[in-house]
């Protein structure tokens, strides 16, 4: 069922996209972060152009932030105040990354841009997850139960411009956060990803906020730094391919109770490890094809109407 | 009278079957072709089209199809610390976005003499026309380089089809050949041109438009990006949220 994309301007299958989508559900639902990390590299190995995959990627993820958001919010597990903080830093760094994104695309560098920064941030996700579930698959071989402190004291608790955040019950600086939201915005806006995996463990533990406040605040951050990014990459990329974007949404909505039920039935460090190797697989891959020598030393840039 | 009216409406009328005659003698060749526009809609995955026509007397048929004229930058690949990056660029204008070639015999044989005079035939002579955007500190073999890396970057994509098909010709007098074009195909108005040749003379050409557009619910899309980008954006938020909010609220209750 082939399907051609108006804004991406090529004829793909809609059934590989729908279970992309799927895939990205699947990640959502048993890790509690949108998939759009795998995602944008595998809609690039399948032929969508990087900059439609990133911008159309940035829709997807409003949609898949949505539903966590909700869910938490009734619940009373998101910590506004915090969020806004984070949200200040986050659409200055996602505007900026946008217009960086255009700068880039316009010099015919953006495809090297996203390949590259790909390949640094899932080889330390990868590595950092194996490590993780290794240590935990060790500790509950060994039974030694798992202990953490009480109360720590980190950076955020130097620095000036400190807040008070209820939800969180934390009295902390407002710089770390807002410096949080800043990077994790750029990345948004650069890599087309919501970030909820970098941003989850920052979170935890570099803020040091409650694990119970973390998926929700997070969800509205990536939400509205999601939302922002689509429509700045609408007006000045034009990269937002809609068609692209609802056949992903609509795999992940399928995807994301199936993810949801196969992590209560496998055990965690087992499903985090064998997320870690297929994230690294991909930055493999990456790798590979910017250190082999290329088919061909031509390549076609933008058309310039 | 009335037949001095009989001889006033005669007169006219055989001058004119003898212009209709003449015209016929300057255009022995005459062609069509199945639809008169290429639509890219949803559906649309590449597309196939029957050009027809007859010709008067032995001859063989080229048929040259070109697509509008783009600006576009080509890029090369450099190794920085083993890792290849995109480095130099370079820009041509006037690039044909599609061109593609068909004849009834081989063209080596067809256009035995070359090139015919005055007509722009072979893709080599169309490239020829290709103009650099900058780059007046290239060394000629560096943009020549540029100009190959161009075509082929084209070949690869299916735009220059090395030999796009075979002119079928019946008893020297009907023709007929399918034109394949790719999914990538881009926009704007075609050219299509047929030639009939002999002995490496052209006895005669027809020209006709092809229009490729895209029609329908992609048109529809596509526009509203480009003329509307904030309010597409905004568009696509609300449709995101709405989906999202949906399919939640709809798993939640399974």
């Known amino acids: 069922m082939e399907i051609y994309l108006p804004i991406a301007e090529v004829s793909i299958n809609a059934l590989l996209l729908l279970m992309l989508g799927a895939i990205a559900g699947i990640l959502a639902g048993m890790f509690g972060v949108g998939g759009g990390f795998l995602l944008t590299p595998l809609l690039i190995f399948v032929g969508i152009p990087p900059s439609v995959a990133v911008a159309s990627q940035a829709n997807q993820v409003i949609a898949s932030s949505v539903s966590g958001f909700q869910i938490q919010l009734r619940r009373g597990n998101v910590d506004l105040r915090m969020g806004f903080v984070l949200l200040a830093g986050g659409l200055i760094g996602s505007t900026g990354g946008v217009f960086v994104f255009g700068f880039l695309k316009r010099l015919g560098q953006i495809d090297f841009v996203i390949a590259a920064s790909y390949v640094v941030l899932l080889s330390s996700i990868g590595t950092l997850m194996l490590i993780e579930s290794w240590r935990t698959w060790r500790r509950q071989r060994a039974g030694v139960p798992v202990r953490r402190k009480l109360h720590q004291h980190y950076l955020v608790h130097r620095l000036p411009l400190k807040m008070r955040f209820y939800t969180s019950r934390l009295y902390i600086s407002a710089v770390l956060p807002f410096m949080l939201g800043l990077a994790i915005g750029a990345l948004s806006a650069i890599l087309g990803v919501g970030g909820g995996f970098v941003m989850v463990p920052a979170m935890i533990y570099l803020l040091g906020m409650p694990t119970i406040v973390t998926i929700g605040t997070s969800s509205f951050h990536i939400l509205v730094v999601a939302a922002n990014v689509t429509v700045l990459q609408a007006i000045t990329n034009q990269t937002v391919d809609i068609v692209l974007a609802m056949l992903l949404i609509l795999g992940s909505v399928v995807g994301t109770p199936v993810g949801t039920r196969l992590a209560t039935r496998l055990p965690g460090f087992g499903l985090r490890g064998a997320l870690a190797v297929t994230i690294l697989g991909v930055a493999t891959e990456l790798v590979f094809e910017l250190l082999a020598p290329p088919h061909s030393l031509y390549t076609l840039g933008e058309i310039l109407r | ?254």
């Open chain 2, 1 to 254: 009278m009335r037949r001095a009216g009989c001889l006033l409406v005669g007169i006219p009328l055989a001058a004119l079957l003898a212009h209709a005659a003449a015209a016929q003698v300057e255009r022995p060749l005459l062609v069509d072709l199945t639809r008169p526009n290429v639509r890219v809609n949803a559906a649309f995955h590449g597309a196939e089209l029957t050009l027809f026509g007859t010709m008067d007397g032995p001859g063989d048929i080229v048929v040259v199809v070109v697509g509008p004229p783009q600006r576009q930058s080509v890029l090369r690949k450099e190794r920085v610390m083993g890792l290849w990056v995109t480095g130099a660029r370079q820009i041509f204008d006037n690039i044909p976005g599609f061109y593609a070639v068909a004849a009834s015999a081989p063209l080596t044989r067809v256009l035995a003499r070359g090139e015919v005079a005055g007509e722009t035939i072979l893709l080599d002579k169309r490239l020829q026309e290709v103009v650099p955007v900058g780059g007046g500190h290239r060394s000629a073999t560096e943009m020549s380089a540029f100009r190959e890396g161009l075509r082929a970057a084209k070949t690869r994509i299916g735009l220059f089809p090395v030999e796009l098909a075979r002119v079928a010709v019946q008893g020297e007098r009907l023709f007929r050949v399918d034109l394949e074009f790719p999914s990538n195909l881009p926009t704007g108005t075609y050219e299509i041109r047929t030639y009939q040749v002999r002995e490496g003379h052209i006895t005669s050409t027809v020209t006709r438009p092809l229009t490729v557009a895209k029609t329908g619910f992609s048109a529809r899309v596509y526009n509203f990006a480009r003329n509307e980008g904030l309010l597409y954006g905004l568009f696509a938020i609300v449709v995101a949220v709405f989906a999202g909010w949906a399919g939640a609220a709809v798993t939640r209750r399974t």
